[in-house]
């Protein structure tokens, strides 16, 4: 009896996706999704619209003092939501 190439689901889906040019919508909708996990419950609320357009997270948020609050975090913030999806995904955000 031969050993089979065993191979994880999750490198197998990477690959696929990867394949496919569907890996960067796919982190996309990832990073999109983590936004309330990463941010807090109390930062979802306020938020609105959100879409990524050339490497650009463009966020809307409904308090102006929070958005200050968050423009000034915004470096850190890219690095906590790229580190939560485990991909470069985004470079930037802009909050609106």
């Not at 040019?21 to 999109?32: D, V």
């Amino acid at each position: 009896m031969r050993k089979k190439k065993v191979e994880e689901v999750g490198q197998v889906t990477h690959q696929v996706l990867r394949e496919l040019g569907l890996e960067t919508p796919y982190n996309e909708y990832r990073l999109i999704e983590s936004w309330p996990e990463v941010m807090g419950e109390g930062i979802a609320r306020v938020t609105g619209d959100m879409f990524i357009r050339g490497r650009v997270l463009y966020v809307k948020i409904n308090s102006p003092a929070l958005r200050m609050d968050l423009s000034l975090n915004r470096v850190a913030l890219v690095h906590r939501l790229n580190q939560h999806v485990g991909a470069q995904v985004i470079e930037k955000i802009v909050f609106t």
